[in-house]
């Protein structure tokens, strides 16, 4: 007999690994709330090469036709049930918020639109006409704020090695959809996978790019180092930071605002 819940979920862009754990989560979603839903998404790593099923969760996003309390309650109850499958809580979008997002978070709407699969529904991220200005300004305020943050935590953690070393963890967060950002605003097609985006970025800032690489995979692979390659490994983040922000303060005055 069809199983019209089966034939409207398309798993097939998906790994093995993530579309067996996401299958019975979206189901059981389509099953008791379709009328809520215009599309499900997987998003972040698991769309990815980066994945490692090892260590990484699995994201989704929901897009709803409006946002409904009850709806959380729901999910809610549902998170719990498959808390053992690896799956992290969905991000919950509606139109509207798209909409807003293109103002106040253009980056951010930038990483959905190019790391996503749609698995049901209609694609409203792939309809999004995201400024390029507007994501290069953002770069900026975030590498300014990345910079005083890092410098703020480096003097604050002085001698402190776990502290030092809980700062070059915290700073990978944001960081490959930031790499991201800088490359769509020059107008570039980046790439969603770790390895080829840090490529590119050599080919803007040279040897300066390996400094990301060594503190992104050392987060990662959960790397071990002296406190003395931590404090160096930080300064030449720091150094590699100041030249994007050169590299993007260049594009505005180049480019204009537009």
Request: proline share 5%; with cysteine.
């Amino acid at each position: 007999m069809p199983d019209p819940i089966h034939d409207a979920l398309n798993l097939k862009p998906l790994r093995l690994f993530v579309a067996d754990r996401v299958e019975p989560f979206f189901r059981k979603i389509l099953a008791e709330r379709q009328d809520h839903v215009l599309a499900l998404h997987v998003i972040g790593s698991a769309v990815t090469d980066d994945f490692d099923p090892d260590r990484s969760d699995i994201n989704s996003l929901i897009v709803l036709r409006e946002m409904d309390l009850d709806f959380l309650d729901f999910l809610g109850s549902l998170c719990r049930e498959f808390k053992h499958s690896r799956l992290g809580p969905p991000m919950l979008l509606t139109p509207k918020y798209i909409e807003r997002w293109h103002n106040i978070s253009p980056l951010e709407l930038l990483d959905l639109k190019l790391v996503n699969e749609r698995v049901y529904g209609a694609d409203l991220l792939a309809e999004v006409d995201i400024s390029r200005s507007a994501v290069r300004l953002q770069c900026r305020r975030a590498m300014r704020s990345r910079l005083i943050h890092l410098s703020w935590g480096y003097v604050r953690a002085a001698e402190n090695k776990r502290e030092l070393t809980e700062l070059m963890a915290d700073s990978v967060f944001g960081l490959a959809p930031l790499m991201r950002g800088i490359l769509y605003a020059r107008g570039e097609q980046p790439p969603i996978t770790v390895g080829p985006l840090f490529d590119a970025l050599s080919a803007l800032v040279g040897s300066a790019a390996l400094s990301f690489k060594e503190v992104y995979w050392a987060k990662i692979r959960e790397t071990k180092m002296p406190i003395a390659r931590v404090r160096a490994t930080l300064k030449d983040y720091y150094r590699a930071i100041e030249i994007l922000i050169d590299l993007v303060d260049n594009m505005v005055e180049t480019q204009g605002a537009g």
